[in-house]
């Protein structure tokens, strides 16, 4: 896994100075918790002052990311979703608070990132605190990721229609790995109950849906890198048989093609 050799946290400034800012130190961590405004609502997060794994902060893409959500949230209703690079939980409590989404948080196999996720949903008022997927061991019988985008999954049904992410294309060297954990939960979704069947169905035989597809993946993605690095992650999707669309705003829906997707109803 490549690791960034910086700290974001410069690029976030404090309007208010640190008297809003509550700096604990900790067994393992240093720790400040910031409120952030949200629409609709303002949330208190707890963000690292460092995490080598890049899960410290939130990044202006969260963010411009709830905003497109709040104004499409018709494609997001109803859906069973997990986030990919969840960070600190804030995009998650969010949708769950805003949406009453169903949606399980998951990120590298690292206790920290999964305590203070956690501890946001706690701060927030979710509780019990979002479901979580740890990449690389078993959390309370969840179905588990492997120990890194691309390695091979322990499971064979994943049943999440909704997969969300913001800003996760930081490692060009990752791409592969993270087109190939896509192409599994896309292509071998299976849906979790008769209810869900019976939606994809509607949805396959009315001509004038616009909704998403079921499995789709959405993605916001406002950093910018050059145009080669971003264009290998989309024309990488399209080699291994996933269908990519801007949906405006640097937000990118991305499904698999009719002829590789494993119906759920077979």
Same mark, same amino acid.
């Given at each position: 896994?490549?690791?960034?050799?910086?700290?974001?946290?410069? *690029?976030?400034?404090?309007?208010?100075?640190?008297?809003?800012?509550?700096?604990?130190?900790?067994?393992?961590?240093?720790?400040?918790?910031? &409120?952030?405004?949200?629409?609709?609502?303002?949330?208190?997060?707890?963000?690292?002052?460092?995490?080598?794994?890049?899960?410290? /902060?939130? =990044?202006?893409?969260?963010?411009?990311?709830?905003? =497109?959500?709040?104004?499409?949230?018709?494609?997001?209703? +109803?859906?069973?979703?997990? @986030? *990919?690079?969840? +960070? #600190?939980?804030?995009?998650?409590?969010?949708?769950?608070?805003?949406?009453?989404?169903?949606? #399980?948080?998951?990120?590298?196999?690292?206790?920290?990132? @999964? @305590?203070?996720?956690?501890?946001?949903?706690? $701060?927030?008022?979710?509780? %019990?605190?979002? %479901?979580? $997927?740890?990449?690389?061991?078993? $959390?309370?019988?969840?179905?588990?990721?492997?120990?890194? =985008? +691309?390695?091979?999954?322990?499971?064979?049904?994943?049943?999440?229609?909704?997969?969300?992410?913001?800003?996760?294309?930081?490692?060009? !060297?990752?791409?592969?790995?993270?087109? &190939?954990?896509?192409?599994?939960?896309? &292509?071998?979704?299976? %849906?979790?109950?008769?209810?869900?069947?019976?939606?994809?169905? !509607?949805?396959?035989?009315?001509?004038?849906?616009?909704?998403? %597809?079921?499995?789709?993946? /959405?993605?916001?993605?406002?950093?910018?890198? +050059? &145009?080669?690095?971003?264009?290998?992650?989309?024309?990488?999707?399209?080699?291994?048989?996933?269908? $990519?669309?801007?949906?405006?705003?640097?937000?990118?829906?991305?499904?698999?093609?009719?002829?590789?997707?494993?119906?759920?109803?077979?």
């Amino acid at each position: 896994m490549d690791i960034a050799l910086f700290s974001p946290s410069s *690029l976030f400034a404090d309007d208010e100075g640190c008297d809003s800012d509550k700096e604990k130190m900790e067994s393992h961590q240093s720790y400040v918790e910031r &409120k952030h405004d949200f629409p609709g609502m303002e949330l208190l997060i707890r963000e690292f002052s460092f995490h080598q794994l890049n899960a410290n /902060l939130l =990044w202006p893409g969260t963010f411009a990311f709830a905003e =497109w959500l709040v104004q499409h949230q018709s494609l997001i209703g +109803g859906r069973r979703s997990i @986030e *990919l690079g969840s +960070g #600190t939980g804030a995009l998650a409590i969010f949708l769950r608070k805003s949406f009453e989404l169903d949606i #399980t948080t998951s990120d590298y196999d690292d206790q920290e990132i @999964e @305590e203070n996720i956690a501890y946001n949903c706690g $701060v927030n008022g979710l509780m %019990p605190v979002l %479901p979580h $997927v740890k990449q690389g061991s078993n $959390v309370s019988n969840m179905p588990i990721f492997s120990d890194s =985008w +691309g390695d091979v999954f322990p499971i064979t049904d994943p049943d999440w229609d909704l997969i969300i992410a913001s800003d996760i294309l930081l490692y060009v !060297k990752q791409y592969p790995n993270l087109i &190939k954990t896509l192409a599994f939960l896309l &292509k071998f979704y299976k %849906p979790k109950d008769d209810s869900a069947i019976s939606i994809m169905e !509607k949805e396959h035989k009315s001509e004038t849906y616009e909704g998403l %597809p079921r499995p789709a993946f /959405l993605m916001s993605w406002r950093r910018r890198i +050059g &145009k080669e690095d971003e264009l290998l992650f989309f024309n990488g999707c399209k080699d291994a048989g996933l269908e $990519v669309k801007h949906m405006g705003s640097r937000v990118f829906c991305i499904t698999p093609r009719e002829a590789t997707a494993r119906k759920g109803t077979e």
